[in-house]
């Protein structure tokens, strides 16, 4: 029988930023809604990914999952408890690791193989073990070399493979990842994609390459005006068109 063991749940969730500095369509000086009685839900064996605009609000959806951000309104349940306060997000965050848009964000050690341990030292692990399950992980990730590398002198598809290695190191149940192959080159692109298809944990993957997401999801949803359209609400599809110069292989973002 397929597990369906509920991780995430969001139900009815509304958030504006108290200082929007962006007031849209909203004349009348009101804060404009970035997320707008929004529900979603991921279960145990989801492989989701997710396109949509920037600016639709995709970064601050996970900030909600994580407790990051308090909703207005609405209801987060992790693993069926309904969370409301930064405690409580507190002991579930390590449950669900989140890959931020921004690698440094998530990177604040001077060494990688620190960076790495740190999740483990903090779920009470010793000090030998940690490093093992670090050592492990770069092993998996294939990036062992970089164990005793300074971090701010990675270059950024370095940076994304050790971010994603920091977050693995939790041994998470769930992953959710901010756009972890915007801007990398091809083949860190591949080995991203490479790894995550080898996962067998739920995760929701927020991209701008189709391609990419195609390769590693089952699903692939959107958000248009603060709410998640699922795949049944929108037609994903390709053009065909014509370009001068268009025999090679390329993308449109
Ligand atoms: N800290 C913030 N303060 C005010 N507005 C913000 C902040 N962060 C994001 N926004 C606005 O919220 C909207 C959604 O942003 P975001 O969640 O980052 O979208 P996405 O990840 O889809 O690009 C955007 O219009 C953005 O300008
Ligand atoms: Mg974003």
Known sequence: MVDKKNIIKLKNISFSYPDSYQKGPSLNGTDVKVL??????????????MIAPNGSG??????????????????VELFGEKLTK???FALYRPKIGLMFQDSDDQLFNPYVI?????????????????????????SDLGIEDLENS?????SGGQKRLVALATVLAMKPEALL????????????KTRIEGILKN???????????????????SRIISMTEGKVLMDDQIHIHQHEHIHKYG?????HV
């Open 36 to 49: 707008n009685d929004l529900s979603f839900e991921l279960n145990a064996n989801d492989k989701i990914g």
């Open 58 to 75: 995709k970064t601050t959806l996970l900030h909600i999952i994580m407790g990051l951000c308090q909703p207005d309104c609405g209801v």
């Open 86 to 88: 930064e405690k409580e």
């Open 114 to 138: 620190d960076d790495i341990a740190f999740g483990p030292l903090n779920l009470g692990f010793s000090q030998k073990e940690a490093l093992i399950i670090a050592r492990e992980i770069l």
């Open 150 to 154: 300074i971090v701010h002198k990675l």
């Open 177 to 188: 990842l901010d756009e972890p192959t915007a801007g990398l080159d091809m083949e860190v």
């Open 199 to 217: 996962l067998d944990i739920a995760f929701l993957v927020v991209a701008h390459d189709f391609n990419f997401l195609k390769s590693i999801s």
């Open 247 to 251: 025999h090679d292989p390329h993308t």
